[in-house]
């Protein structure tokens, strides 16, 4: 008999089906023993009763665990009214089950995962990964972030950009620090790379318009909700711009995509999170750094109005004041000092101490940064010196602008922050499949490994 998947079954009342899945749970009443029976497609009730017999191994009902490799043969039926579930797919029907076939066995679970929530500490999840993602609610972190990509790529390509690849593996630091892995390349020092950003803007002189899904590392030495030491960035870079108004109404076209797909796609799942998408207005807020500033102190007293950039604290609460004045849950602050930024950002000719650069806040936290970058070759190399680099490191780059470049710009989503916010996750950890950080690759890493 043809496997039938578990979304399928409703179209099959009356029908034997060969179902096979892992068993979510079990639940045992009598002589009736329930199964929640999983697969990619969804999930489904199986009724055990005498009449099931056990297939190889001679295996019953009773016999059967918790994350246990099954395949079930039985028959659709349609459930009493009184016990119909209205938030399951299959709630209106059940498999009444004629023979159970184990294919593999599960070990004793390290916890009980037929909870809602996993009563379990975030060390734990992630030292038992491959069993922890299968719980419904960290599942779903990664089906709402399928679609986050998915809607970014298809706008992106709607917008005439070409997807392309770059690689991690760098001959220098792309933007110049200590926060960066060197790694030994044969005889040679290499880097992992912080960003694709000077792939990307010499791909600018091939088709224009590009985005890269793109691993990004970062030597940051600390341990937060917030940060990862690797993550995806979602990069994208275009050329013929007027200004860097331009990024920014590309950015607001690609999250407002994303909110659209992931309300519309994934609705199931943001009910498990009792998650919204951020309130944003017809036209996304946007105020310079300095004014942010300005606004935070009136508020609340707090003076930073020197600072090079905001801190976490003030991205919270110009946050609150944009969702009090615009009922926008998102802000654009744009205009960062130009010693702060990359050597490739270009500054704004009327006040060269600042830049056409920006971040896209969202609910408290950088979701975005981007702006215009600098397209004459000179000046990338003036900059490149200023900055306290050497240009022979960035001879390929240079290449680009040498043989001319339009006027561009481009911005970076973080994937995982954007989940994690959308979600409303309290670490940044859960929205990462195995997240890497100070203290972890894959597995806790020991004192004396972190302290190298």
């Known amino acids: 008999m043809q496997r039938t998947l578990v979304n399928e079954t409703p179209e099959k009342v009356g029908q034997e089906v060969l179902l096979k899945g892992w068993v979510s749970t079990r639940r045992d009443h009598g002589k009736l023993i329930f199964i929640d029976l999983r697969d990619r497609s969804g999930l489904v009730q199986v009724v055990c009763g005498d009449q099931a017999k056990g297939g190889t191994g001679r295996y019953?009902?009773?016999d059967l665990r918790t994350e246990w490799v099954v395949e079930i043969s039985g028959m659709v039926k349609e459930r009493p009214i009184k016990l119909i579930n209205e938030k399951l797919l299959t709630g209106k029907i059940e498999i009444e089950a004629k023979e159970i076939k184990v294919i593999a066995q599960?070990?004793?679970?390290?916890?009980d995962t037929g909870l809602p929530v996993l009563n379990a500490s975030l060390p734990m999840v992630l030292d038992y990964r491959p069993l922890s993602l299968r719980h419904p609610r960290n599942k779903a972190v990664f089906q709402v972030q399928e679609t986050i990509i998915s809607s970014f790529r298809e706008t992106l390509k709607k917008e005439g950009f070409t997807e392309i690849q770059v690689p991690t593996i760098v001959p220098t630091a792309t933007e110049g620090g200590s926060q960066v892995f060197k790694i030994k390349y044969f005889d040679a020092e290499a880097f992992l790379g912080q960003s694709p950003q000077l792939y990307k803007q010499i791909m600018v002189g091939v088709f224009e318009r590009v985005f890269t899904l793109a691993h990004a590392y970062r030597a940051e030495p600390s341990v937060t909700t917030r940060h990862m030491t690797e993550y995806l960035g979602l990069d994208a870079e275009m050329g013929f711009i007027d200004d860097f108004q331009d990024i920014m109404d590309m950015v607001e076209k690609v999250v407002k995509n994303m909110f659209e797909r992931v309300e519309k796609e994934r609705s199931e799942e943001l009910a498990i999170f009792s998650?919204?998408?951020?309130?944003?207005?017809e036209k996304i807020p946007c105020m310079k750094m300095r004014e942010a500033q300005q606004v935070i102190f009136e508020r609340t007293g707090r003076d930073n109005r020197n600072e090079p950039d905001l801190e976490p604290e003030d991205e919270r609460e110009i946050c609150r004041f944009s969702l009090e004045k615009y009922d926008s849950e998102l802000i654009f602050i744009t205009h960062y000092p130009t010693k702060k930024r990359p050597f490739y950002t270009y500054a704004d000719p009327k006040d060269p101490e600042f830049t056409n650069s920006f971040d896209l806040l969202g609910r408290g936290l950088e979701w975005v940064t981007g702006g215009?970058?600098?397209?004459?070759?000179?000046?990338?190399?003036?900059?490149?010196?200023?900055?306290?680099?050497?240009?022979?490191?960035?001879?390929?780059?240079?290449?680009?602008?040498?043989?001319?470049?339009?006027?561009?710009g481009g911005f970076c989503l973080g994937a995982e922050r954007i989940t994690m916010q959308?979600?409303?996750?309290?670490?940044i950890r859960e929205a990462s499949l195995f997240p890497r950080d100070m203290e972890r690759i894959d597995k806790k890493l020991s004192v004396k490994k972190v302290e190298k």
Do not use: C
Not at 378 to 407: R, S, V
Not at 422 to 427: A, K, T
């Open 106 to 111: 599960s070990e004793e679970l390290p916890f």
């Open 275 to 281: 998650a919204t998408v951020p309130k944003i207005s």
């Open 422 to 427: 959308i979600l409303g996750l309290e670490n």
């Open 60 to 62: 019953f009902p009773k």
């Open 372 to 408: 215009q970058r600098i397209n004459e070759y000179q000046k990338l190399l003036d900059n490149i010196k200023k900055w306290g680099n050497k240009p022979e490191d960035f001879d390929l780059y240079l290449q680009a602008f040498k043989y001319g470049m339009p006027p561009e």
